[in-house]
């Protein structure tokens, strides 16, 4: 099973993945998808990070997809197998913390599959610049709380650790020069050199070093710890997303407590406000036990199947408008005159679809807005076009979505 070795069979046959289970003997757990790179779920508790599962494979699946990669539809039904589980080390959790090297880590890294890494890394980059390059240094520098990272240092971070990722797998008289003193260089200079610097010294990893398996005790309090040049491109790509993830929510929290009051740009503020909203209506929703969401009552008499499919049903309306307005015209989705009867009759038609379906369309919808509005320039968000028997621009129409999903989100709190 090597990177980008998952196999499927047209846009919606079921595809089974292999998943393995990390856990730092402290309830937390991570859930990993070797046959898509990059691609985890983490929580805290083991069968919350299973259940998670399938919506990270459908969230690498999309993201995939949106630069250019192959990969499965978000559609596709979704299998999970268990391969495997660890509790040996404590975790990437924290930095300085230990990584399990997983069974799939052991199988020797070609050239070919390090591209292709390198590849995906580059898309990962530059979704995190596109959230941070033009941040103000007050936004950078902000804190949640005393005790929570800054994206300063979040950014300084990710630099770090591709430094010491690198640094597992050769001897330390080997490593680039420029790493000696780059805490004194300014803040993205340092984040590109450490990627080229990081990528040069990795291709000259030799056949025996990217088959080899190494116990580094240098730069280390975990000389017991095992790692591959797999495992190390693996923790590239997983660790950066994890930040860009961490990155969003700073910033949502950021735009919470200022009230939108620094304009971080359009595009970025509206990522993080509907990642931060679903991440509510997802937590709202599980909340209801397993049994109970097609049958228990939650909003009127819809269960939590009938609130998602509405979610659903409501952002598709969202992707076709922006996808107009993408294009430079203005959404002329259906007409809705009568709210409560348009609600009612798409109630109706996902009356007897089964929940698996219901909630692969929920994710589906996402997908599809999300690779919108990231297609979508800055100008094209602010140009404003004839909607709703008024004007408005593409970032208002998207910020309905995030207000629907924490609407319906208090109304799972208070069931």
Not at 43 to 51: S, V, W
């Amino acid at each position: 099973m090597g990177f980008g070795a998952y196999q499927w069979e047209g846009e919606h046959t079921m595809t089974r993945y292999l998943v393995y289970v990390e856990t730092d003997g402290d309830g937390r757990y991570m859930a990993h998808v070797p046959a898509l790179p990059g691609c985890f779920a983490r929580a805290a508790g083991r069968d919350e990070a299973l259940r998670r599962a399938p919506d990270a494979i459908r969230e690498t699946s999309a993201w995939l997809r949106r630069h250019g990669e192959p990969a499965p539809a978000v559609e596709a039904p979704i299998e999970i197998e268990i391969a495997g589980e660890s509790s040996d080390g404590v975790g990437p959790f924290d930095p300085g913390g230990t990584a399990a090297l997983l069974p799939p880590d052991l199988e020797p890294l070609t050239p070919e599959e390090m591209e292709h890494v390198f590849r995906l890394l580059a898309h990962s980059r530059a979704d995190l610049l596109a959230l941070v390059q033009d941040l103000p240094d007050e936004v950078l520098d902000w804190q949640p709380d005393p005790e929570s990272f800054s994206i300063r240092r979040v950014l300084r971070h990710i630099g770090n650790a591709e430094e010491w990722y690198v640094s597992r797998l050769v001897a330390p008289e080997s490593l680039p020069p420029e790493w000696e003193h780059d805490e004194d260089m300014p803040l993205f200079e340092f984040l590109e050199m450490e990627r080229r610097t990081a990528i040069e010294r990795l291709r000259r990893l030799t056949d025996e070093e990217r088959a080899a398996v190494f116990h580094p005790t240098h730069r280390t309090d975990h000389p017991e710890e095992a790692w591959t040049a797999r495992k190390a491109l693996r923790r590239f790509l997983e660790h950066e997303r994890e930040h860009i993830g961490q990155v969003r929510e700073i910033l949502a929290a950021w735009h919470y407590a200022h009230g939108m009051r620094i304009q971080t740009g359009p595009k970025q503020a509206l990522l993080a406000g509907l990642d931060a909203a679903r991440a509510e209506l997802l937590a709202a929703a599980a909340r209801i036990p397993p049994e109970e969401r097609t049958s228990r009552q939650v909003c009127g008499y819809w269960t939590l199947k009938d609130v998602l499919g509405h979610v659903a049903d409501w952002e598709w309306v969202g992707v076709e408008g922006l996808r107009q307005m993408a294009a430079g015209q203005p959404p002329q989705v259906e007409p809705i005159a009568d709210l409560d009867a348009w609600n009612q009759a798409h109630y109706a038609a996902r009356r007897d679809q089964p929940w698996d379906e219901v909630w692969a369309d929920l994710h589906a919808a996402r997908a599809a807005l999300l690779e919108t509005l990231e297609g979508m320039s800055q100008a094209a968000l602010a140009r404003s076009f004839p909607f709703w028997g008024s004007e408005g621009a593409a970032y208002q129409w998207v910020s309905v979505y995030i207000a629907h999903d924490r609407e319906h989100a208090c109304d799972l709190e208070r069931v």
